[in-house]
């Protein structure tokens, strides 16, 4: 597929025939730009794409996924994305809300931004609006679009840059929801997750490769480290470099029922270079030293 590069946000809007009315800023109408076949596409700017109907799949990096209608997807500038539609001409329908970094500096939401971790997620880990929630958003939309209607004046960015806020705080309650009625697909994520760390411990890999670490987990699982880390702890209360921390020390117990062991070998097996740094956790998550440890059992 051909890529097309959109640095600014009235390169986006002349693409799909908006008219820009903020140089860093747009609800962007997607129905108004001519049909096109599917490309990948390159954006210096955040992007919010709501998808209307089906039109082709969503090409995100070397991934495609099956793009709904009523899914919201959030990429971060820098990030590729695109549509297969397989060589058909399309339609676009739908909304994009994009806007520059330059926007948000200074403000409340360029302070917050890196707290909105959806923007590092990958697409297949998109927002599934109900109908209720999506008339929400639409309404946030229509009250950045009202702003950017009138002339700007000193009040303009403050209420845009808020209305942007509002509108990523509903999606972080969304998704919230989104976590629990989807609770058997992540249910079954947990098990994947206990069944990774319990075959990497029992395996080689920790004196080979050394400790798991989030990113592994997260790939082996094919997710996002940022959609992981927030399903992990939402569904145990610990981050999951805590949880992987966890499974080690209750890894690095069992190891030490075996006398013929020194701390150091068990300190080896589980992955760590150095015994010293195996002896700081342990004290930091059992509130002893390892030898102490093993002299009380």
Do not use: W
């Amino acid at each position: 597929m051909d890529m097309r590069r959109f640095n600014t946000i009235s390169e986006y809007n002349a693409f799909n025939k908006n008219e820009t009315k903020h140089p860093l800023v747009s609800v962007v109408d997607l129905s108004k730009a001519d049909p096109r076949q599917g490309s990948r596409m390159y954006f210096g700017f955040y992007t919010i794409f709501l998808k209307d109907v089906k039109c082709g799949d969503l090409v995100y990096g070397r991934n495609t996924y099956d793009y709904q209608e009523g899914t919201l997807v959030f990429l971060a500038p820098g990030q590729v994305a695109g549509i297969n539609s397989n060589g058909d001409i399309y339609q676009p329908k739908g909304y994009a809300l994009v806007f520059h970094p330059d926007l948000i500096h200074g403000s409340s939401l360029g302070r917050r931004i890196r707290d909105y971790t959806f923007f590092g997620y990958h697409s297949n880990e998109a927002l599934h609006l109900s109908e209720r929630e999506r008339k929400i958003i639409l309404d946030c939309f229509s009250k950045i679009e009202y702003e950017l209607e009138h002339a700007i004046d000193k009040h303009s960015k403050k209420l845009i840059v808020s209305n942007i806020e509002l509108f990523l705080d509903y999606c972080v309650r969304f998704y919230d929801r989104q976590f629990v009625t989807r609770d058997t697909v992540h249910s079954s994520i947990l098990d994947r997750f206990e069944a990774l760390l319990n075959d990497y411990f029992q395996s080689e890999k920790p004196q080979t490769v050394g400790l798991p670490s989030v990113a592994y987990c997260a790939d082996e699982l094919y997710l996002s480290a940022n959609y992981f880390g927030d399903l992990v702890k939402k569904e145990t209360g610990k981050t999951p470099q805590e949880y992987i921390h966890f499974r080690l020390i209750n890894a690095a117990k069992e190891k030490m029922f075996d006398a013929n062991k020194s701390i150091s070998q068990i300190a080896y097996e589980l992955g760590f270079k150095y015994p010293q740094h195996f002896a700081r956790l342990f004290r930091q998550q059992v509130g002893c030293s390892p030898v102490e440890f093993r002299s009380r059992n």
